[in-house]
């Protein structure tokens, strides 16, 4: 007890007393608080408290100096652990209701009176104040391990708090600040009854369109898209993936290149090689133009060009998600069926459709909700057809801003794409007719009928060249002038963006650079924190029983389905005010990427750590290593691949995210997204198109990177292991290895 | 090395573990020797391997305290428990070399580096894998790496070494001579050896002490001779070897003499302080005797069933009273199905439980 809290103690008292409390103006890193040190209010909380008569950050210090005697007693007992809890919890509680009391009700009676004669206002939390409470976090969560909870061992416990307390302040707290304004009205004071007719008002679920008088509501407009989107998606990806596993189809290598693009493409690439073909300029509308003498219409632009961007942009996942599906089917199903007479049609109808439905059914989910969540295509195409998604965006950079308006949405969006999750998770999630056992199943696949296979041939096929060309459009077109006028060959483009002037030393004279750099470090610095976060929360779910793990579980997983506007909104509405104020840094837009991509992170770990062995955790601890190093030197080593993911991923998403980084993008700190959908809106296509090209290659060089990197780290160890005994696999399965026999 | 002083005593005050509604132990007190080797049998879901792993520190006892060689670890984590433990998996990490994995526990005790090469090697050693600390476990046969897992844990010199189920990966051949190394290691060292099994001849063979647990309970503590020859209950003389436990009555109790009736025939039991009421009588196969049929025998039958084993041979036999199993292992006789024989019960090998 003494090693660990004593610790922390030691941490608590350096952010207490040495590290300025609030947010420093010019940046924590300037250092420039070090040269006034103790002054203004740049000063340590232990200075202002007492110095500078601000008696409301006193608790977090006295508690600091009441755990003392606790810390210094010898031994453990269950009395010490309780006071332990007692005290840094009321340190915390009271440090954190001031912050937030002082913000907004400076009149309540029970800070009003420390209140006196000073300034009620302060400024946000800074370095000092996340220091001391995130030792009087662990503080708590220590003398919990010593009550025996999590298996009396305090790194986990430590670990569950540290999440617990991320996830509350990242996730939980900003959507509850969506939740508050929206009951807010025009005049500051706040209303129940006006949410519910604001919330049910025509604006956004009007089915005027329906019966052919006018346009219907945001969101009538964003489940119509949804639905059609998750149909479509659903059958393309189903015959992509009969055609990838049931038939002998030569390119499948090809096919299955498709499936990674997406993830490597920025959200809006498509919508913008779609205005290249079929925009008023475009290839296409020309070509017909000239052959047919069709008027050039605006028709892209509105629900179908965002319906084909979308088709385009979430086919290749629900590809990935069926051919799991379409695998899954025991082929002895088939092989029965068939004996029993049926044809192959049949048995196609009968017996393997009905067994991939639950997969159908997911497919369709995920396609809804990413057609709901998705901001891109709709912001480039969207025409006069509006979505829920950009509607958020309007209501808060619009000529008329309105963050009530913004929240409204931001709930309607949630409670659809949460609905949809929560269906996807009760009723789908469970029910699975998949018959993969641990008994090797030798039976093969039945063909495809021929109707079947040429229907899935003949929409799969075209589809895949469609996209191929989409693709295409977007090199091609970056190396031209002005697309539809002038069609001739330039690199102005690029020049624009991307030049770099060698006269005076060097110098990064494109337009593009300052955010490509910020963009690329910010990303760097998130991609390891998520992956750190996701894979430590799969840690915890996956071997650690504590109580609480459902709601833990569902927590975590949460911000998974909550749109990247609704974050976006959220966070400005909640980071924007002390006491935790963020917006305009870089940090909120690492937290932003942390909390988005965490879920991914999540789920690859869960999937991998399932993979290993429990027993080898519990060997590790017998012998007398403690959970950290345990995760060091046996979990960590193993899960490689699972990492790999996890930063690859993290690191490509951030890269290519707009929906939430568009909110929270300043003049300091602007994404390369945000970047170019500025110049989309301006009409640079050709810049915003070299610049999503110059992304892409990118992200494929860090891919082989990494891969590279965590891929040599495992060649080395082989080359040190030359053992003459038959090597039949470097780690032969993660299973027991008395089952490897 | 000096074996009395490392072995650790454990004693279990009241124990309780619970997951949710499940109890997966129940009031569980008990008090352990040093030294000794103690298994815990029992059918599987009886709580065995759970009082092993709250031994152990994997598990959090939901109520009572649990002493290890004298010290309170109730709310002490795995990590800081001086006892070490053997998986049903061996649970070797794929990732490290043999003598890694043997060294892995002093590594993380920041033991010296010179002292933790000689004592991974003496471990290795002891265990008959010297030289083969370069390989990986994958590279090992199945009883290689069982003992690679006991090298690793007794490297350490635990005050209690755990065993769970180390014999359920190998083949029966196998299992015999490992079985007779680890009661070897166990006497060398002179530690504290718990092991689970549910086999009771395993558990037999080495066992100092054999704790049957049964329900998430204690069904009986004793010694292997004690075990078989004094069950306390029909479970124990069932699970502890074959036995018929059929129902009787008590004529007469003096003496500590217990004067009982089956069927006809009368035996009297030597009993050792009161016994219930309502009892049954325990007999084991092997001590009934049978003979071709004569008209002055106290129990006669027909054979029902009879299995010729080489060195034993299996009958069923109808009574009037009920079904009898029988071995005999003399094997100077042979009786077809159908043959009616006089069965011969011994006094002094019978014994009486508990309904």
């Known amino acids: 007890m003494r090693r660990t809290t004593g610790l922390w103690l030691i941490v608590g008292f350096f952010g207490y007393c040495l590290l300025p409390w609030y947010m420093v103006g010019d940046g924590f890193l300037s250092f420039s608080w070090l040269s006034e040190f103790g002054a203004g209010d740049t000063a340590p909380a232990a200075f202002l408290a007492t110095a500078q008569g601000r008696p409301w950050l006193a608790p977090a210090g006295l508690s600091l100096l009441a755990t003392i005697p606790i810390v210094l007693a010898n031994g453990a007992s269950t009395r010490r652990a309780w006071a332990l809890i007692a005290i840094a919890g009321t340190g915390l509680v009271m440090t954190m209701l001031q912050g937030f009391m002082i913000q907004h009700f400076p009149d309540f009676p029970f800070i009003a009176p420390f209140l006196s004669g000073a300034a009620q206002m302060q400024p946000g939390f800074g370095a000092g104040a996340a220091v001391t409470l995130i030792a009087l976090l662990f503080m708590i969560t220590t003398g919990v391990a010593y009550l025996g909870k999590g298996r009396a061992d305090a790194f986990v416990v430590g670990l569950i708090g540290l999440i617990v307390a991320l996830v509350g302040v990242f996730v939980f707290f900003p959507l509850s600040q969506v939740l508050v304004r929206a009951f807010e009205l025009p005049d500051g004071s706040y209303a129940l009854t006006e949410f519910v007719p604001r919330f049910f008002s025509s604006d956004i679920w009007s089915l005027k369109c329906l019966v052919g008088s006018g346009s219907c509501g945001p969101a009538v407009n964003s489940v119509l898209l949804a639905t059609m989107t998750g149909t479509g998606t659903t059958l393309l990806g189903l015959a992509f993936a009969l055609v990838f596993t049931r038939t002998f189809f030569p390119a499948k290598r090809l096919l299955r290149v498709l499936t990674v693009i997406p993830i490597i493409t920025p959200p809006f690439v498509i919508g913008l090689a779609l205005i290249l073909l079929f925009g008023r300029s475009g290839a296409v509308t020309e070509l017909v133009a000239d052959l047919f003498g069709a008027e050039k219409t605006r028709w892209i632009y509105g ?205 990064w004279t494109g337009v593009a650079w300052d955010s490509y750099f910020t963009t690329l470090s910010i990303s760097t610095i998130a991609a390891p924190l998520t992956a750190l976060v996701g894979l430590s929360t799969a840690y915890l779910l996956v071997r650690q029983n504590f109580a609480g793990k459902n709601a833990f579980e569902f927590g975590t997983m949460l911000s998974f389905a909550i749109p990247g506007t609704v974050i976006g909104v959220s966070y400005i509405m909640a980071f924007n005010v002390p006491p935790i104020e963020l917006t305009g840094t870089g940090i909120i837009l690492i937290i932003v990427f942390v909390f988005r991509n965490m879920p991914v992170g999540v789920r690859g770990g869960i999937a991998a750590m399932s993979q290993i062995d429990r027993s080898l955790d519990e060997a590790s601890i017998t012998l007398g290593a403690n959970s950290f190093t345990t995760v060091r030197r046996v979990i960590a080593p193993l899960l490689g691949p699972a990492m790999l993911a996890a930063l690859t991923y993290s690191f490509v998403r951030a890269i290519t995210s707009v929906s939430a980084v568009i909110f929270l993008v300043s003049a300091q700190h602007n994404m390369a997204t945000s970047f170019i959908v500025g110049r989309v809106e301006n009409g640079e296509f050709g810049l915003a198109i070299a610049y999503s090209t110059v992304l892409i290659i990118t992200m494929l060089s860090a891919i082989l990177l990494l891969q590279l990197a965590i891929g040599r780290r495992r060649l080395r160890r082989r080359d040190r292991l030359q053992s003459p005994a038959p090597v039949r696999s470097r780690l032969p399965s993660l299973l027991p290895a008395g089952r490897t026999k | 090395m000096n074996a009395s002083e490392k072995a650790g005593s454990i004693r279990f005050e009241n124990v309780i573990k619970n997951y949710g509604q499940v109890t997966a132990v129940k009031d569980l007190s008990l008090d352990l020797e040093p030294g000794k080797l103690i298994t815990l049998l029992g059918p599987s879901g009886c709580g065995k391997t759970t009082t092993l792993r709250l031994i152990a520190g994997l598990e959090m006892a939901s109520a009572g305290s649990i002493f290890v060689g004298g010290k309170d670890v109730t709310n002490l984590t795995a990590t800081y428990r001086n006892v070490s433990m053997v998986f049903q998996s061996y649970a070797l990490f794929p990732h490290m070399s043999v003598f890694e994995n043997v060294s892995y526990g002093l590594k993380v005790s920041a033991v010296p580096s010179a002292e933790t090469r000689e004592r991974a090697q003496d471990a290795l050693a002891m265990v008959g894998l010297a030289g083969f600390g370069e390989r990986l476990p994958s590279e090992l046969s199945g009883g290689q790496q069982q003992r690679v897992a006991v090298a690793r844990a007794i490297v350490l010199e635990p005050e209690v070494l755990l065993l769970d189920e180390p014999l359920s990966n190998l083949d029966a051949k196998l299992r015999r001579s490992v079985r007779e190394d680890i009661r070897a290691i166990q006497q060398k060292l002179g530690i504290t050896v718990v092991y689970v099994t549910h086999d009771q001849e395993e558990a037999m063979a080495v066992s100092d002490q054999i704790i049957v647990m049964r329900n998430a309970g204690i069904e009986q503590i004793g010694s292997p001779r004690d075990l078989y020859l004094q069950p306390v209950s029909a479970f124990i003389a069932d699970f502890i070897g074959d036995a018929n436990v059929v129902d009787c009555d008590i004529s007469d109790v003096k003496d500590g003499i217990a004067e009982i009736q089956f069927g006809s025939a009368s035996y009297r039991i030597a009993i050792e302080g009161e016994i219930p009421t309502q009892s049954r009588l325990v007999i084991r196969p092997e001590t009934i005797r049978l003979s071709s049929y004569s008209e002055s025998c106290r129990i006669s039958g027909e054979v029902g069933y009879a299995a010729y084993l080489g060195n034993q041979v299996q009958y069923t036999i109808h009574t009037e009273l009920t079904d009898l199993f029988v071995i005999d292992n003399r094997m100077d006789g042979y009786f077809p199905i159908g043959s009616r024989v006089s069965l011969d019960l011994d006094d002094s090998r019978l014994c009486l439980v508990e309904v």
């Open chain 1, 303 to 507: 629900f179908w060009g965002i319906y084909l961007a979308q088709m385009l942009s979430f086919t290749p996942i629900a590809f990935l998600v069926l051919i799991g599906v379409v695998e899954g089917v025991s082929p002895s199903m088939e092989e029965a069926s068939q004996t029993l007479n049926a044809d192959r049609w049949q048995t196609f109808r009968d017996v393997s459709l009905p067994l991939m439905r639950p997969g159908l059914a997911n497919s369709f989910l995920l396609g809804f909700i990413e057609s709901l969540a998705d901001f891109g295509n709709p912001l480039v195409l969207g025409g006069n057809y509006n979505v829920l998604s950009t509607e958020i965006y309007f209501a808060i950079v619009g000529a008329v801003a309105d963050p009530a308006k913004a929240a409204i949405l931001a709930i309607a969006l949630l409670s659809l794409t949460l609905g949809a999750f929560a269906i996807q998770r009760r009723w789908v999630g469970g029910k699975s007719y998949t018959t993969v056992t641990g008994k090797a199943d030798s039976g093969q696949h039945a063909d495809l009928s021929p109707a079947v296979k040429a229907a899935c041939y003949g929409t799969a096929l075209p589809w895949a060249v469609f996209t191929a060309i989409v693709y295409g459009m977007i090199i091609f077109g970056s190396f031209v002038k002005l697309w539809g006028y002038d069609n001739s060959f330039t690199l102005d483009h690029y020049i624009r963006a991307f030049s770099v002037d060698f006269t005076n030393g060097i110098r």
